[in-house]
């Protein structure tokens, strides 16, 4: 099992910036790519960013140029630096593992952190 840990949301100013971070812990060595997704106030959950264990990045056009994901394996640890935030990216962030198929397939998810971009 894997557990994640998210934390760094909060309030901000368009324009502003945060950091997220998410801990994992557990069987960390089962996974090969983590990443964030959000899901805004009445819409679907999203895909803004993942990374590999190669760090290999892939972004969500809608944050590309101004999100940029990055890894601390020494603290098995994933962080989502966001600039230039604006009002349509208020959502909760969740912190998202996949385990490699040789283990089994399964999706981990961290319990969500808010973050609200006022105009």
């Known amino acids: 099992q894997v557990q994640l840990v998210e934390s760094g949301g909060g309030l901000v100013q368009a324009g502003g910036s945060l950091r997220l971070s998410c801990a994992a812990s557990?069987?960390?060595?089962?996974?090969?790519?983590m990443g964030w997704y959000r899901q805004p106030p009445g819409k679907q959950r999203e895909l803004v960013s993942t990374?590999?264990?190669?760090?290999?990045?892939n972004y969500a056009d809608s944050v590309k140029g101004r999100f940029t994901i990055s890894r601390d394996n020494a603290k098995n640890t994933v962080y989502l630096q966001m600039n230039g935030l604006k009002t349509e990216d208020t959502a909760v962030y969740y912190c998202?593992?996949?385990?490699?198929?040789?283990?089994?397939?399964?999706?981990?998810w961290g319990q969500g952190t808010q973050v609200t971009v006022s105009s």
């Open positions: 990374i590999t264990t190669d760090d290999s990045t």
């Open positions: 557990g069987e960390i060595f089962t996974i090969n790519v």
């Open positions: 998202n593992a996949d385990r490699r198929p040789i283990f089994g397939r399964k999706t981990y």
